[in-house]
């Protein structure tokens, strides 16, 4: 039932939720990349959590930290009708896992937000970061979601999905309108797709219901799909709604 409001000033302060905790963010800011030397994620996931969205708040990870760090095997639930400015360190994801770790599940619904998650350098904005432990969780965005999910992905990682050499599990979208942007990596051939794997990189099931309003997929310019996983397992079911996929 915690309110996290105001501005982050001081570069030593850990910002942790308890497992368990139902938590408000109104138009608080944790500018990690603000700081010279900032050690930490923007909101740091001691278990599962529940974030709803008031205002505009803007989270940001320092060095190799996301801006908002899921724990692996936990989940993360956000709702509500503000804004989130989520956006990972370099080597991290705008929302999702740390460099080197993975990642919990990740759960958009209830209500009609606006979600900006940018990827640091070979991250994904929702999803893992560069080179993760092990397989991160599940993402999903449900029927119940009307709002808005803006994801960028840097270096060989998608806006949604695994980065960089990192791998994550099923991605749902189910409601919403979405806009998932991947980026090239460097290499000839080596860019990511909008929504899917990064490269070196695999997930699970991609599936887009008919119940979407709206899914938005542009791909780094090498990159071979829009919609992709080293599986091919990509089911779009067919909808009244429209799509938009390519570049």
């Known amino acids: 039932g915690m309110t996290i409001t105001g501005t982050l000033t001081a570069s030593s302060v850990k910002v942790s939720i308890a497992d368990g ?11 990690g990349q603000g700081f010279s030397s900032y050690d930490y994620a923007g909101l740091n996931l ?14 940001s990870g320092g060095v190799e930290k996301a801006g908002i760090y899921v724990l692996e095997n936990k989940t993360l639930t956000i709702s509500g009708d503000g804004t ?23 759960i958009i619904t209830n209500g009609s937000a606006t979600i900006n998650a940018t990827g640091g350098y070979a991250g994904a904005g929702i999803g893992s970061g560069y080179k993760a ?5 599940n993402i999903e965005i449900t029927d119940s979601f009307t709002g808005t999910v803006n994801a960028t ?14 791998s994550c599990g099923s991605i749902t979208i189910s409601g919403g309108t979405i806009n998932a942007t991947g980026e090239d990596g460097g290499a000839v051939g080596n860019g990511a797709p909008g929504i899917g794997s990064g490269i070196d990189g695999s ?16 791909k780094g310019n090498s990159a071979p799909c829009c919609i992709n996983n080293s599986n091919r397992n990509v089911n779009v079911s067919k909808r009244k709604a429209k799509a938009k996929i390519g570049r």
């Open 84 to 106: 989130i400015n989520a956006t990972g360190g370099k080597y991290a994801a705008g929302i999702g896992s740390n460099y080197r770790d993975s990642s919990g599940n990740i």
């Open 46 to 59: 001691l278990g599962s959590a529940n974030i709803t969205l008031v205002g505009t708040s803007t989270m």
């Open 133 to 137: 432990a092990s397989e991160c969780g």
């Open 153 to 166: 992905g840097h270096y060989g990682s998608p806006g949604i999905g695994s980065g960089n050499r990192s």
């Open 203 to 218: 997930c699970g099931a991609i599936t887009i219901n008919e119940s979407v309003t709206l899914v938005t997929a542009i």
């Open 21 to 31: 905790a139902n938590v408000t963010l109104q138009d608080a800011t944790i500018n």
